[in-house]
């Protein structure tokens, strides 16, 4: 069995696996009569057909260590995940390695902050820590096989 750290998100580290979705240190312009900011395409939902959706998935939590067992991806659009809860998560990401999850990685992600996964990467699923979480989810809805599961070695994930 292996084991990785978690380490603090950043989105130069994660720009392989997508973005993250947090606020910008400036809006991108006023509206609303100046009383609302907007951070305008923080991401991008990519899609290969099919059409974008919105749903709320709910998660029960993991606590650590934990031991990943199954990766999953997404090859024709991309997902993205937001937390409606105040509480810190997980995104575990692996790059692709001849189409199977290569080396994963488990990124903290802090409260407020969610991650736009790019179509085709492996991800664990969702890991709230210490308590159920609900996540606002964006991803795609069409025809096609847009779900690749695989069972994988343990991979015990250490705070």
């Known amino acids: 069995m292996s084991s990785i750290k978690i380490r603090p998100?950043?989105?130069e580290e994660f720009a392989p696996f997508g973005e993250l979705l947090a606020p910008r240190d400036q809006p991108t312009k006023m509206i609303n009569a100046g009383r609302c900011e907007r951070h305008?395409?923080?991401a991008t939902?990519?899609?290969s057909g099919g059409e974008a959706i919105i749903?709320?998935?709910r998660s029960e939590p993991v606590s650590?260590?934990?031991d990943c067992t199954l990766l999953e991806r997404h090859p024709l659009g991309s997902q993205a995940f937001?937390?409606?809860g105040p509480d810190a998560w997980l995104s575990i990401v692996a790059p692709d390695d001849g189409g199977r999850p290569?080396?994963?990685l488990a990124f903290l992600v802090p409260a407020g902050m969610g991650v736009n996964l790019r179509a085709g990467v492996w991800h664990g699923v969702l890991t709230p820590l210490d308590r159920a979480a609900?996540?606002?989810v964006v991803d795609r809805e069409g025809a096609g096989v847009n779900l690749e599961e695989v069972s994988i070695a343990p991979v015990t994930v250490l705070p």
Do not use: C, K, N
């Open 9 to 11: 998100i950043t989105a």
């Open 40 to 42: 305008h395409a923080l």
């Open 45 to 47: 939902v990519e899609r």
């Open 55 to 57: 749903s709320i998935f």
């Open 64 to 66: 650590l260590p934990y």
């Open 82 to 84: 937001f937390p409606l």
């Open 102 to 104: 290569g080396t994963a």
């Open 134 to 136: 609900d996540f606002l």
